[in-house]
Nanobody
Framework: QVQLVESGGGLVQAGGSLRLSCAVS????????MAWFRQAPGKEREFVAR??????TYADSVKGRFTISRDNAKNTGYLQMNSLKPEDTAIYYC????????WGQGTQVTVSS
């Protein structure tokens, strides 16, 4: 059974930082890419960042502020978020698998102005 568990969300002031983690079990994590998505209240889920063997890709809205990384030995992915803005407030989800078909339950990030 594949499980993804996000952690590290919370309340932070604008300009602050958070580091999200995504612990993966039930599959060989190193075989797959990993991505982060987010969903703000009243909005559709949107892509944030992705990392695979070819490198990292970011949404324009987070480029230069967020960094995606992974530790295959720990079966864990990360999203370092710096210079946070109120518009970054959302539930953040990690995903993995051949077609990013496995998802975690999400972790809430709230950025106050």
């Amino acid at each position: 059974q594949v499980q993804l568990v996000e952690s590290g969300g919370g309340l932070v002031q604008a300009g602050g930082s958070l580091r999200l983690s995504c612990a993966v079990s039930g599959l060989t994590f190193s075989n797959y890419g990993m991505a982060w998505f987010r969903q703000a209240p009243g909005k559709e889920r949107e892509f944030v960042a992705r990392i695979n063997w070819s490198g990292a890709t970011y949404a324009d809205s987070v480029k230069g502020r967020f960094t995606i990384s992974r530790d295959n030995a720990k079966n864990t992915g990360y999203l370092q978020m710096n210079s946070l803005k109120p518009e970054d407030t959302a539930i953040y989800y990690c995903a993995t698998g051949g077609t990013y078909n496995y998802w975690g339950q999400g972790t809430q990030v709230t950025v106050s102005s």
